[in-house]
């Protein structure tokens, strides 16, 4: 279904044909709310991007080198010695390392602190285009009418019952909207299950 159709059929189970309580754009908000959290409960958005390493530089923040809003880290490819890096957790580093975080070299393995922080070990010793990064992200909103979210169809009713439980919130119909977001609830849990499954040698680590 495009943006339209969705808005179309959102006004539909809200029985308003015309702008009189909710305009396009609040319907449209309620769908892209409904976008961004599948995306964020699915992680289904696969993104790759290539990121410079700095000299003696371990941590790179990937809520400002990556274009878009990054949700997880799925793989790290080294492009200087064509070899996946390992995932860790620090504090194998620190047991043992004595002052990794000083320690040069290609990276060989890689970790995340907090939310976007990324870290390489051990840290490069010069300036290189050299980290090729596979990531989950949020897609852009859907803003043109002919827009269609790139999930299959049977999980695109989700964003809409998502809108009618936002939307339906508004109007005070609360048990109407309860009813919405479970099918929603339903519809997100099915296609993260779905999104689990899917599974390709590309998105393997150890080839």
């Keep these: 279904m495009t943006l339209q159709e969705m808005r179309t059929e959102t006004r539909r189970y809200l029985d308003e044909a015309t702008n009189v309580f909710f305009t396009d754009q609040d319907i449209d908000d309620a769908l892209n709310d409904g976008w961004e959290e599948l995306a964020d409960a699915a992680e289904w958005a696969e993104r790759e991007a290539t990121i410079t390493l700095k000299t003696h530089r371990t941590y790179y923040d ?22 996946w890096l390992v995932p860790v ?19 060989q393995k890689y970790f995340i602190r907090g939310l976007w922080w990324l870290g390489v070990w051990p ?51 609360t048990k109407k909207s309860i009813q919405h977001f479970k099918l929603y609830g339903d519809l997100e849990a099915e296609f993260a299950q779905f999104v689990d499954k899917r599974q390709g040698l590309d998105r393997i680590d150890v080839l």
């Design 89 to 107: 957790d620090p504090r194998e580093l620190d047991e043992g390392y004595r002052q990794w975080e000083l320690n040069t070299g290609p990276p």
């Design 123 to 173: 840290a490069p010793p010069a300036d290189s285009l050299g980290l090729r990064i596979y990531y989950t992200a949020v897609p852009p909103k859907l803003t043109m009418n002919s827009a269609e979210p790139a999930v299959p169809i049977e999980y695109q009713q989700s964003l809409i019952d998502f809108a009618l439980g936002r939307l339906l919130a508004q109007e005070r119909e």
């Design 62 to 83: 990937l809520s400002t080198v990556l274009a878009d809003s990054f949700l997880s880290l799925r793989r790290c490819w080294n492009t200087q010695t064509q070899r």
